[in-house]
């Protein structure tokens, strides 16, 4: 290859005469210019360079960028396989594992006009739309199919200025005029109360959250098994909705407390606040606190007092500190008794082994409400039944409400909790037909304060 300087001297040549003196405006040998025609040759050298590399980038550039169709630099090259539309900055495609690592400006685009999720209905939407409703409260409206027409668990209801019939005679549904509006997750939620009236004299409310397409997405009903029930509360309402970022708030009322009258249509004393949360597939509670005339309770666990009940059957010291005054009241007597005496107050000393054995557990636990009244027949009073909401039966409980007396210290708040036992108990079947059972003090933190240890069917205290 020549050089731009001048042919090179091969080392094993034999040395060739020197060359005569340039004369004046010659080149010397090796292109050095006498007066400045090696200055031209640099430029020229360096020229050819510069053309040379541009040539060289050129080449490479096209060789390791395919153009696209339309380039100057030619068609573009085949798609590998698997290869994604161009998702990179500079336009090429995204080798396949690589999907989703940027933007085309075509994607861009495409976000950016895709709609926004419909708003939330409004109450005058709702009031003329066919919506389902909550299922308890579809479930007792279908009657068992007993008259006939739709299970609106499956069929949406057709209200029109917020009311439509029901399947019974007599029996409709009715949309509230309360509405809070939820946001989260993308999506707007309108919450509004569907008031369910079977017929007769009792309607059940239940709150229903529908997005902006009417779709039941959530709901808090009184009628589901699993609605935390805050009391008694034979004609319940729903109000006061309220809405803190994904939590929802209200008002449970028509709670019937320890005093109050047991009818139905009697005034309640206690109010109960509900706390929901949304979860992006429907609401879970979080919070029940029960207002009542001595002060705000919270319903211990079945959990906590279990474990109380679980210090009274080992004979544990400990579960003094759980009772009011520090003691059992009055202490049991250790072992068991064989019923053939009286304690000095007229009552019988049950041994601990008769009335918190091995297997004794905590049934369920409740705000005490209503259905317990002394009745007098002339000859005394006689003490009613207590019935738990979950169908369990004190029998003839000391928790006497309305015109008689408690045979125990008892306060609006307080709570029972039912002792059961499936293992064969000393008392055998009588234990759990008489209704052993604890009474706890109301507290607002929900802690276990046990003011009495009740022996449901003798009304009396130990």
Known sequence: MTSPTGPQRDSNQTPEAPLPAPREGQAEPG???????????????????????????????????????????????????GATASASDDGGPTAPGQEGTGSSPEASATEQTQPPPPPAPSLDELRNAALLIPPGCADYMYFDGEYGGADHGTTPVQFTDGEAPGNAPSSSYLLGDETAVLEADGRALTIVAVHCFGGGSYTYPALAAYDGDLELVGWMDTL??????????????????????????YTHGGIELFGDQACSA???????????????????????VVHTPTGDVRQPSVEDAQAVADLLIAGDDAAADYFIEGTVNPPLVDGQTDFSTLGEDGTLDFGRADVVPPGTRVDSCEVIGGGTLSEDFGYGSFYGPYFMRDGSEITSSSMARGTGDAAYETHPGDVVCLLQNDQDPPLGEFYDQSGFHLILQGTDDGSVVVRVIGLGLYGAEI
Do not use: H
């Open 31 to 81: 292109g050095r210019d006498v007066d400045g025609a090696s200055r031209t040759g640099l430029l020229v050298m360096l020229a050819g360079i510069g053309v040379l590399a541009l040539v060289l980038a050129a080449a490479g550039f096209f060789l390791l960028r395919p153009g696209q169709d339309g380039d100057e630099g030619g068609p573009a090259a085949p798609r590998p396989e």
């Open 224 to 249: 589901d098994e699993n609605y935390p029930q805050p009391g008694t509360s034979p004609k319940p309402y729903l109000e006061d909705l309220a809405v803190t970022g994904s939590t929802l708030t």
């Open 266 to 288: 009697c005034e309640k004393s206690g109010t109960a606040t509900m706390s929901w949360q949304w979860t992006g597939d429907g609401f879970i509670s979080t919070d029940v």
